[in-house]
Each structure stands twice: as structure tokens, then as C-alpha cells.
């Protein structure tokens, strides 16, 4: 089944606690993104990669981290989480350039609270 | 202007009814255009692509006015089941080459 995948689904931790959230797809596309939703605000960019090695801020990057090694795979880094990037996560990927190539899929989301 | 802009409802409508609503987009030189489903705290799943004029899939017709710069949305014989957010996405023409999301239009279907 063709699908992204994120984990943890779910996160409680406390402020300056490194952590990761994994995604990964199984698609074999190009551009993978990491987003925020909050209340009022909508869907907030805060990384994308166009490409192995190749990654560029978003929207609100501050805070934030990504590296993509390989294809599948683009986890999003929170190296001293604080209370304000408490939010819902979500990962996507879409193939790449071209009219269908925006067609973003997402995964399930991960909440974050960060106490 | 808004990159993306939507009106956040909600739009409360009785089942059976037809609905529609708009999205307005700021750069005319835009190609891409989508329409998202999102059910609360779950991910936005597409719901439709527009890529000419327009574009239809059973109950469900999205439309392209380009010269007024504006996508709709409209939903025929409205189900329950169709109560949810509805996003849309438009790809940022310059150097970025990525998808800007309005914040989503609320709808709910009354029994």
C-alpha cells in the first residue's frame, strides 16, 4: 500500500528534550515536507527536500532540523523543544516537478506537547 | 493579498443541499490547484486535482476561473459523511517550486 508513514503518532515531553520524529515513504517521490497545523494558523511549511542532500527552509524553520539521506526517509529534529512548537505534524511527499507532481501525500500526523 | 485565501466558514448546510465554495489565489502565473479533505486532528487527503478549466468526480466539481483567479469547490447532494475541512493548494510559482495551502473552509452537513 502506498502510504507515509510518521512516528511517534503521539509525543508528550519537556522543554529542551531532543527529539526526532521519523517519516518515511514508500512511493518513491522526489519532494518530502515536513508541516505544522495549529488553530486559526492552517498549514504552516517548515522544511521541504527537493532531493537526497537537498533540503531548504519553509515557512517557520526556527527551531527546527532535517536532513534527508535517503529517498524514503525525512525526520524532522527538535534539538531543545520548546512549549510554543507544542502542535500537530504532519509529514508529506509528492512526486516531484510538473502539473501531478504537486499532489502532496500526507502521513497521519504526530501531536506534539512540549510541557 | 493573500497567497491562498479561503473563507473559514463554517458553512452549515442541510443534507441534500448543494453547496459551494471559493478559493482565491494571488499569483497568476500558477498551474497547479487542489482540493483536500481534511476530517478533524486526521491528515488533509486529496480530494481533487484541477489542472484546466476544471474537473468533476461523482457528486464533486471543482472549477478554475483563471481570469478572476479563483478555484471552487462544489459538492451536489450533500451527505453527512462530507462534514469536514476543506483545504486548497496552489503551487507557489518562483524558485521555491512548492504547494501554498489556504486555511481551510469548514463545513457542516445538518441532518
Known amino acids: 500500500e502506498a502510504q507515509v508513514t510518521q512516528n511517534p503518532r503521539y509525543l508528550i515531553t519537556v522543554t529542551g528534550k531532543k527529539l526526532t520524529v521519523t517519516c518515511s515513504q514508500n512511493m518513491n517521490h522526489e519532494y518530502m515536507s515536513w508541516y505544522r497545523q495549529d488553530p486559526g494558523l492552517g498549514l504552516r511549511q517548515i522544511y521541504y527536500?527537493?532531493?537526497?542532500?537537498?533540503?531548504d527552509k519553509g515557512d517557520v524553520p526556527e527551531g527546527y532540523k532535517v536532513s534527508r539521506k535517503e529517498k524514503r526517509n525525512f525526520p524532522l529534529i527538535l534539538e531543545s523543544p520548546s512549549p510554543n512548537q507544542t502542535s500537530l505534524y504532519f509529514c508529506?511527499?509528492?512526486?516531484?516537478?510538473?502539473?501531478?507532481?504537486?499532489?502532496?501525500?500526507f502521513g497521519p500526523g504526530t501531536r506534539l506537547t512540549v510541557t | 493579498r493573500k497567497e491562498v485565501e479561503q473563507d473559514p466558514g463554517p458553512f452549515n448546510v442541510p443534507e441534500g443541499a448543494t453547496v459551494a465554495f471559493n478559493c482565491t489565489y494571488s499569483n497568476s502565473a500558477s498551474q497547479s490547484f487542489f482540493w483536500y479533505r481534511q476530517d478533524c486532528r486526521k491528515e488533509p487527503k486529496l480530494l481533487m486535482s484541477?489542472?484546466?478549466s476544471g474537473n468533476e468526480d461523482g457528486r464533486f466539481t471543482a472549477q478554475l476561473n483563471r481570469a478572476s483567479q479563483y478555484i471552487s469547490l462544489l459538492i451536489r447532494d450533500s451527505k453527512l459523511s462530507d462534514s469536514a475541512t476543506y483545504l486548497c493548494?496552489?503551487?507557489?510559482?518562483?524558485?521555491?517550486?512548492?504547494?501554498?495551502f489556504g486555511k481551510g473552509t469548514r463545513l457542516h452537513i445538518l441532518p
Open positions: 508529506a511527499s509528492n512526486p516531484g516537478p510538473g502539473l501531478a507532481g504537486y499532489e502532496q501525500y
Open positions: 493548494a496552489v503551487n507557489k510559482v518562483n524558485r521555491d517550486d512548492k504547494i501554498i
Open positions: 527536500s527537493m532531493n537526497v542532500e537537498v533540503t
Open positions: 484541477v489542472y484546466s
